[in-house]
């Protein structure tokens, strides 16, 4: 059982930046593959991030170049650096595990919110 929880979110200009954080329960903290999705107010859910167990990252193309995914093993955290923002980038994140090996994430965090002023 993983417990996730986010933080980090607030508002910010377009250009500027904020760092998600993704702590997370479990002694195994380090073999599951953590992502980062968001949604947006009448908008499907769609990922932006994830970081394997191996440290393989995979970033959505809106996002390339703007966000960077990493891992603290030791902290069992997950940040997400979201640099250059755009309004397009308001949403709520979410952080999701899912478990080597598996495509399904049955752990999700409650969620947290970006706001990017034009």
């Known amino acids: 059982q993983v417990q996730l929880v986010e933080s980090g979110g607030g508002l910010v200009q377009a250009g500027g930046s904020l760092r998600l954080s993704c702590a997370a329960s479990?002694?195994?903290?380090?073999?599951?593959?953590i992502s980062w999705f968001r949604q947006a107010p009448g908008k499907e859910r769609g990922n932006v991030a994830a970081?394997?167990?191996?440290?393989?990252?995979y970033y959505a193309d809106s996002v390339k170049g703007r966000f960077t995914i990493s891992r603290d093993n030791a902290k069992n955290t997950v940040y997400l650096q979201m640099n250059s923002l755009k309004p397009e980038d308001t949403a709520v994140y979410y952080c999701?595990?899912?478990?080597?090996?598996?495509?399904?994430?049955?752990?999700w965090g409650q969620g947290t919110q970006v706001t990017v002023s034009s």
């Open positions: 970081i394997s167990w191996r440290n393989s990252t």
């Open positions: 999701a595990a899912r478990v080597r090996g598996t495509m399904e994430y049955p752990y």
């Open positions: 479990g002694r195994t903290f380090s073999t599951y593959t």
